[in-house]
């Protein structure tokens, strides 16, 4: 079945440290993938995208994601983590054949200082 | 330039009734699209609406509809409610059409709670 699973509900660093959010996805072909962040109390905000080429793929925030074709992941790494950052980030996938967005369930960032 | 714009913030209802959300999308923004976000089931997208058309639909039931006027903001009905209705609802603009090539932006959401 099609899908797209974050294996982490929760996930608790403390601030400085490196961060890596996991995102799994099921399509029998690569499918459009984003990344974004929901604050508490806040609507989505777009973190960073891929479509086609360079598999490591900058977005806004200091947030860095990698595709890996081989293991249908899109990982979403930020190098050293702010207290700012705790929040829910959500992996979406768009297929190809449908240009409909479906959303992993979420992973909650923890942030100790 | 204002963000997208949900109203009402948070809203009451009982089983049985119906309910319409608003959103205004940011000017100039001709795409809006809207999404349900609950504990059990996760962001889920309802629908899309450009130039005052439905351009995708998710997969919900009749009961969930929505519309848009010439000024692209929307409106989401939601009749019969359900206790499973209870849930934040997003509305989401973007430029155009084409939720792939045109970058989201989100409201806060409405707060629906069915009792």
């Known amino acids: 079945a099609q899908s797209v699973t974050q294996p982490d509900i929760h996930i608790t660093v403390s601030e400085g440290a490196s961060l890596e959010l996991r995102c799994n996805y099921s399509?029998?072909?690569?499918?459009?993938l984003f990344w974004y962040v929901q604050s508490p109390g806040q609507g989505l905000q777009l973190l960073l995208k891929?479509?086609?080429?360079?598999?490591l793929v900058q977005g806004i925030k200091g947030f860095e994601a990698e595709f890996k074709r081989s293991q249908s992941s899109f990982n979403l790494r930020k190098p050293s983590v702010h207290w700012s950052d705790a929040a829910e980030y959500f992996c979406a996938v768009v297929p190809k054949f449908s240009y409909i967005p479906t959303f992993g369930r979420g992973t909650s960032l923890i942030v100790h200082p | 330039k204002a963000g997208v714009t949900q109203t009402p913030r948070y809203l009451i209802k009982t089983r049985g009734q119906q309910v319409t959300l608003s959103c205004s999308p940011i000017?100039?923004?001709?795409?809006v699209s809207w999404y349900q976000q609950t504990p059990g089931q996760g962001l889920q997208f309802l629908f899309e609406?450009?130039?005052?058309?439905?351009?995708n639909k998710g997969n919900f039931p009749g009961r969930f509809s929505g519309r848009q006027f010439s000024n692209s903001r929307s409106e989401m009905n939601v009749s019969t409610l359900e206790l499973g209705d209870s849930a934040l609802y997003l509305c989401a603009s973007s430029l155009e059409t084409s939720l792939v090539y045109n970058e989201q932006f989100f409201g806060p959401g409405t707060r629906l709670t069915v009792l």
């Open positions: 000017s100039g923004h001709r795409s």
């Open positions: 609406y450009f130039s005052e058309t439905q351009r």
């Open positions: 891929y479509f086609s080429g360079d598999t």
């Open positions: 399509y029998g072909a690569t499918p459009y």
